[in-house]
């Protein structure tokens, strides 16, 4: 499956839910395809979508929150898997569209074809942790852990695809800030 | 030398007292707890700086999210283990690189660097450094 593919899988299936996005593809090819005002376009920072996600989650234990988040952002944050397994926010999706590269850089390689991400979360104490390699598994697979106590895991495997072509997110980084937090006051 | 005041923040109920495995991630959890309607404090040594400048500068200044930082001031005045002392002369000069305003903290200037610290966060929406000297706060250990 390309990743084009997840996400297209994916994007009908948010809702209304807070997304925390990943820096570089995923950013892009999520803004690319469905821009959303619950959406957190995480332009820089590389590492820390999860830590945010999981300050959203810790602050908002009402409402789902979902980081979606890539294979690069995740190795090189795994103590914050360790964070997320430890603080156990029973809100929170951690997906992740793992291509095994560093796709809007040029598809510079990263080592989780040799390191099972998923099992990582598992062995940290995610609740439930599920790996995908086919686009028809994504619904079945996200509609389970979404209604699963969390922290839960979804990893989907996806072969690079990125059109370099795709635009940046538009939006300023203050007026990404400004309409993710109006989605709170709703 | 905040380990007094981890250690209260551990007793008090009202307090979410949240250990992170690395200061930058603390600075995550900070700019999602405060997108989602908090405001946090985030606590480290000086040591962590160097992790945070990127956070800081790729996220919180660019889009305007706040955090009141309070940062122990290891390696004041070159005495200290050896790996505190070129932090220890830095830290400041880095927070003003980066653009980052900071005070150091002191029991007689408490209430007027809390007051321009939170101006800050209130007002221009970025981070804040409240530098702690050793013996602000009671430590523990």
């Known amino acids: 499956m390309k990743g084009t593919e997840a996400f297209q899988e994916l994007l009908p299936l948010l809702g209304e839910v807070p997304v925390v996005h990943a820096n570089g593809y995923i950013c892009r090819e999520s803004f690319s395809l469905k821009d959303r005002e619950e959406n957190f376009y995480m332009i820089g920072s590389m590492g820390l979508a999860s830590s945010i996600g999981l300050g959203v989650a810790l602050c908002q234990p009402n409402r789902k929150v979902i980081v979606l988040d890539g294979d690069g952002n995740v190795l090189m944050a795994m103590g914050t898997l360790a964070m997320i397994a430890a603080e156990a926010p029973k809100n929170l999706l951690h997906v992740v569209i793992d291509n095994e590269v560093y796709e809007s850089t040029g598809r510079q390689r990263s080592i989780s074809h040799a390191v099972p991400l998923e099992q990582v979360a598992k062995s940290a104490g995610y609740r439930q942790t599920i790996r995908v390699d086919k686009r028809e598994e994504i619904k079945p697979a996200f509609e389970k852990l979404m209604n699963s106590e969390g922290p839960v895991f979804l990893l989907i495997k996806v072969v690079p695809c990125f059109d370099s072509k795709t635009g940046r997110v538009t939006h300023t980084p203050e007026e990404i800030t400004k309409r993710f937090m109006k989605t709170f006051k709703r | ?141």
Not at chain 2, 8 to 16: C, H, N, R, T
Not at chain 2, 38 to 63: D, E, R
């Open chain 2, 1 to 141: 030398m905040l380990s007094g005041l981890i250690s209260y923040l551990e007793e008090v109920e009202e307090a979410k007292y949240i250990p992170s495995v690395r200061e930058d991630a603390a600075v995550g959890l900070c700019a999602g707890a405060y997108l989602s309607g908090s405001l946090p404090v985030l606590l480290m040594q000086n040591s962590g700086l160097g992790y945070c400048l990127n956070a800081f500068t790729s996220l919180n200044l660019i889009y305007r999210i706040p955090v009141l930082v309070i940062m122990s001031w290891r390696g004041q005045g070159g005495k200290d283990a050896p790996e505190h002392i070129i932090m220890g002369d830095i830290d400041q000069k880095l927070l003003e690189t980066a653009g980052i305003g900071y005070s150091v903290l002191k029991p007689e200037n408490l209430d007027q660097v809390l007051e321009i610290a939170m101006r800050k966060i209130n007002e221009e929406k970025v981070p804040y450094t409240l530098i702690a000297e050793k013996g602000l706060f009671d430590e523990r250990h």
